[in-house]
């Protein structure tokens, strides 16, 4: 009996002492910290009505685990815990907590609260229905939304209600510490209108532009958004005034207004939650303003780039926000949000084949918190083992990242088609990375059909040292100093050249597809041979695992063919390694 009670009081002592997940900063990196270590989430987001029946939750937990993720994003349906005004239940979200922590997969819970996609699908039937107490926002012409009034406190009322029981439960019984992060909301913002014209935002507006969004404004006046900044110059950068006085009259000063109040109304849960969990990193997702729309027409007012200032402004307490990408541009996209007052963390990617090369690309070139493809859960089978062996292999590789977030030691790769190589330089050495298909000797490199899309990052782990992992990619190492070639000629497998250079012959039609980023690539390598700089090549090339403490282990080692006789290192595109590169210098 004794020894049961000790063991319970053990128990539960160990619970207790799991720490909450919080952010802290390295260097220009905010790194995400979970059971007292740095995290990098790589998780899929269930469907949207995934987490309403314990056999969904359950092949979504078994799905993730397929995929080698080491996180979930659940959504948290209103209607489903607060069916009755008042009277909560609580199954759905002990379903998914208990079934996550038994796979040791960690959740990000997704508020689907009062707004969900702009529009209020998932509050309750009685909030619904009762359109008296619970306002519609409503068009320029009086037309009224399914989407609740921001402005209505009401609705603020009976949704922070739920957000509040909700994260008290969570606090209470999810003693493993499986939720690690959550999502105030899902991608707030108006349709058909840019902002609300209901009386009660009518007033809000006539009120005019509170002193707090511009002293925000001047006090971060070198780090505004450019077309914010841009838009309240042209208006003169008046202090105060009415909405039109200080932005200028058009329907994105409509969105600023709306945004602003957005914010707010989140800034109101995001307190409340923080008085539950004081460090829980706390987000908020937009759906993007592309294919040239007008606010309105995407969801207008939402956490959007061109909006961070006013997000920021009116939602302090929420940690960052965060981009949904559905759009063609990943790599464009993903800086618009990767900023210095903003950590890049991306809860909705759509579901391809490239999503794993894609969390390689953003953690080595923007130290990002995360990725998520959407609805993992319907991708094609057949694709889970490429997405697992990434996703696992970067997970392994996570103390080593996680020493390098923010010290600038870090790139990320991405390739497909259109972008098929990158020169960068760091250190005194110019790395030139490729698509893998810019070797001629797979057919379907020049077969027509599409380069798969293929990504991954280098670590700079000491001078002429360095950590490459990924899928997909051909790197070539020479000092930075010497004269860069103009042209690549095509070596064979041999090493042979495939067809005859400038130099032997003008016949020369056979290069290397165009470099996307250094144009200007086009002599023979061998030009650099009269450089006075010394050469580099390459001094050890080891496939590696690593340990979580960081330790490098050898698999095997590359050379002779494997390493086109020391002149690259590569990755297949069917494949994912690490691999450890030592180069050395030579006159
Ligand atoms: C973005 C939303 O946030 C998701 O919940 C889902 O509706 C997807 N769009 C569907 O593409």
């Known amino acids: 009996m004794l020894r049961t009670i000790l063991i319970v009081i053990l128990i539960c002592t160990f619970a207790q002492a799991r720490s909450e997940s919080r952010l802290e900063k390295q260097g220009t990196a905010t790194r995400l910290i979970v059971d007292d270590a740095p995290y990098i989430i790589i998780g899929g987001e269930t469907g949207n009505s995934m987490g309403s029946s314990t056999a969904d939750v359950s092949e979504c937990i078994a799905k993730a685990k397929a995929h ?3 996180t979930v994003l659940f959504p948290v349906s209103w209607e489903l815990i607060e069916p009755e005004k008042g009277k909560f239940d609580f199954a759905t979200v002990d379903d998914i907590i208990s079934q996550a922590s038994a796979e040791e997969l ?56 739920a ?52 002293s925000h404004l001047k006090k971060y006046k070198k780090s505004l958004h450019p077309q914010l900044l841009s838009k309240w110059q042209k208006a003169g950068m008046k202090q105060s005034g009415s909405w039109t006085e200080v932005f200028g009259d058009d329907i994105f000063t409509d969105e600023i207004f709306m945004a602003y109040y957005y914010a707010k109304y989140v800034e109101g849960l995001a307190q409340i939650a923080r ?20 606010p309105g027409e995407y969801p207008s007012a939402g956490p959007l780039a061109h909006l961070k200032d006013i997000w920021h402004a009116a939602a302090p307490t929420i940690n960052f926000l965060s981009p949904d990408l559905y759009d063609s541009g990943f790599t464009s996209w993903v800086a618009t949000y990767a900023l210095p007052d903003n950590p890049l963390f991306i809860p909705e990617i759509k579901a391809t084949p490239a999503n794993s090369a894609q969390a390689y690309y953003v953690i080595g070139e923007h130290n990002a918190i995360g990725l998520s493809p959407f609805a993992f859960n319907l991708r094609p089978e057949a694709d889970y083992e490429y997405q697992r062996k990434g996703n696992e ?47 001629p000797w797979d057919p379907r490199a020049t077969d027509g059909s599409p380069w798969k899309p293929v990504g991954g990052l280098i ?41 005859p250079t400038a130099k032997s012959s003008d016949k020369s039609d056979t290069f290397h597809k165009s470099d996307s980023s250094d144009k200007s690539d086009k002599s023979d390598p061998s030009d650099s041979s009269d450089s006075p700089f010394p050469r580099l090549g390459l001094a050890s090339v080891t496939e590696v695992s690593v340990s979580p403490d960081g330790a490098l282990h050898r698999i095997r080692t590359f050379n002779g063919d494997e390493t ?5 290192i590569r990755i297949g595109v069917d494949d994912f390694k690490i691999l450890h590169v030592k180069l050395y210098e030579y006159e």
């Open 68 to 70: 080698g993720y080491n």
């Open 106 to 161: 960690k959740v990000v819970f997704l508020w689907f609260g009062a707004w969900k996609n702009s529009m209020s699908c998932y509050a309750p039937e009685w909030f619904k229905r009762d359109t008296k107490f619970y306002p519609r926002a409503r068009t320029a012409s009086g037309k009224p939304l399914e989407i609740a009034s921001a402005f209505s406190k009401n609705v603020f009322d009976a949704d922070a209600k």
């Open 163 to 214: 957000f509040t029981s909700l994260l008290r439960h969570i606090k209470e019984t999810d003693k493993s510490g499986t939720v690690i992060m959550l999502q105030v909301e899902n991608e707030i913002g108006m349709l058909e209108d840019a902002r609300d014209h209901s009386d009660l935002a009518n007033a809000a507006y006539n009120k005019g532009v509170p002193a707090e969004l511009v």
């Open 275 to 294: 008085s539950i969990f004081p460090d829980m990193p706390l987000y908020v997702n937009a759906a993007m303003n592309s294919r040239g729309r007008l």
């Open 393 to 439: 292999t970067l997970q392994s590789l996570t103390p080593v990242i996680a020493r390098h977030l923010g010290k600038g030691t870090m790139n990320g790769f991405y390739f497909d088609s259109d972008s098929v190589s990158r020169t960068i330089e760091r250190d005194g050495v110019r790395i030139k990375a490729s698509h893998y298909f810019t070797l």
């Open 459 to 499: 670590i700079n782990i000491s001078p002429l040292e360095y950590i490459v992992a990924g899928s997909g990619l051909v790197l070539t190492f020479e000092p930075a100093l010497s004269k860069a070639p103009t042209t690549t000629a095509i070596l064979g497998e041999d090493g042979f050249a495939l067809t």
């Open 564 to 568: 086109h006789q020391g002149r690259h």
